[in-house]
């Protein structure tokens, strides 16, 4: 299936716009999963089973399951095992950041795509296009290039000006235009600020966007949602981890947002 | 330990400039391996026992162990133990071009500095030195920064114009005079320009340089010690992988770059 079909298609039938990250650390995840043989796995189960009705995707930060090693992994992949076999409508993003060059992309490619069974990953940009095309080539998976974040010290170089444009900018600009020749490339827009954000959708036309994490990390829903949205009233795939999976209730948190998400996408819609 | 005093006396002890590239690709090993229950380590293990006395690092390209997945993972693992048990005094570099945002680095700097073992890690510049404090803060261990591609496509965004400078230019600069209070840091510099390679020279002082390849990929090793030695005629890894991990002898093509890097390193400090 082309992965953007598989989002819109998973958009339209749950309509919701809300990715849960299952970043299970394992300091922080309820003690009891501890003494499970497969500690992060148990967690993200019951997560899983809890809030699959509300989200159009799941994310997963590599870095907090290769922290456990070989056995990290292993629970990484059996997340994502059991996402495909139970819930294979909803979109699975390895937030991993990944990029090298030459054939060793080949091997992220194996390893992200084909032996955790990702449907996407996040990819820095910085080595070019050229280095990317193994991963843009899987027209069958997303390729989504971390654009802009929202982390204090972002504007280092992401806000370096290149012919009055910041960097990060013209990057969302080379990837609409240039690498996205399958329709399988997203961007990852960390909106600090929702005019930032509002200057990629006018550039990018309605390619999908991550959003890292509204709330305390990234401006309102109202304004993410406002300045984000595409012309079909969807586009964006907005994240939420702990605030959700370390929440009492899981499943409320998850459905209180995506309700809230909603609230100002259809509003929207009204108005206009 | 120092991480710069490892590479420092490694170099003196040993005389090498040489880093032998472990981009051991499981389709490219010998076929024999490929029945053995650890085929990547147990091939790892026959060019180290071959190879130790030429080099002053071992590098391991992360993708191509990855790509098994967690069997994968844990060879890599066991190829870092081996030398760390037998050959304590070479520098082991993970090159897995990694970074990410805010808590999520301290999930790779557990999995690669502490449960792989590795002395230093490749890292993506793009999210700016806040975002990798994780890495930077282990005084313990190098923080190799991607600085220069030599890839076909590395100009797209590498040769980006910043106040007349070219990014990459700018990116060592910061790392040189920002980022690298502890003095633990380092540049991946792939030469394919030397004259590019001794404009980092020029700006970062003494910094160690990780030189990716030479040869076909990279232009002559002549050019390579010439434009990019420091004051103490040193300061630089030049890394070769495939030519001689799967030549004929991998121990005399290594003990033969070897030389050749010596000779220029050796007749620069005779005519200077």
Redesign the interface.
């Known amino acids: 299936m082309n992965p953007t079909d598989k989002y819109q298609n998973r958009v339209s039938q749950a309509n919701t716009l809300l990715c849960i990250g299952l970043?299970s650390?394992i300091r922080q995840i309820p003690r009891h999963y501890r003494d499970d043989p497969f500690p992060q796995f148990a967690f993200n189960r019951v997560i899983i089973d809890e809030t699959r009705d509300y989200v159009c995707a799941y994310k997963m930060?590599?870095?907090?399951?290769?922290?456990?090693?070989?056995?990290?992994?292993?629970e990484l992949?059996m997340t994502v095992s059991y996402l495909q076999e139970r819930h294979p409508n909803i979109v699975t993003i390895c937030?991993a950041?990944?990029?090298?060059?030459?054939?060793?992309?080949?091997?992220?490619v194996?390893?992200?795509y084909d032996?955790?069974g990702f449907d996407a990953v996040t990819l820095?940009?910085?080595?070019?296009?050229?280095?990317l095309q193994p991963f843009l080539q899987r027209g069958d998976k997303y390729s989504i290039v971390?654009c802009r974040?929202?982390?204090?010290?972002?504007?280092?170089?992401?806000d370096?000006?290149?012919?009055g444009v910041p960097?990060w900018l013209?990057?969302a600009e080379?990837v609409a235009q240039e690498w996205n020749s399958r329709g399988n490339c997203m961007l990852v827009v960390?909106a600090a600020e929702p005019s930032e954000l509002r200057d990629v959708r006018q550039r990018v036309g309605d390619m999908p966007l991550f959003i890292p994490g509204v709330g305390a990390q990234a401006g309102s829903v109202q304004q993410v949602v406002e300045a984000g949205i595409n012309t079909q009233r969807n586009g964006l795939i907005i994240n939420a981890s702990r605030s959700i999976i370390f929440a009492e209730e899981p499943w409320r948190a998850a459905r209180k947002l995506r309700d809230e998400i909603n609230q100002y996408r259809i509003r929207g819609d009204n108005n206009g």
Chains 1, 2 share one sequence.
């Not at 950041?97 to 992220?108: E, H, P, Q």
């Not at 820095?124 to 280095?131: I, V």
Request: charged fraction near 25%; charge should be negative; aromatic fraction near 6%.
């Open positions: 970043d650390d930060n590599s870095a907090l399951y290769e922290a456990r090693g070989d056995r990290g992994m292993a992949k937030d950041k990944r990029a090298d060059i030459g054939s060793t992309n080949v091997g992220y194996e390893a992200i032996w955790l820095h940009p910085y080595l070019g296009k050229q280095a971390v974040t929202a982390n204090p010290g972002a504007r280092e170089l992401q370096l000006q290149v012919d960097l013209h990057i080379r960390g």
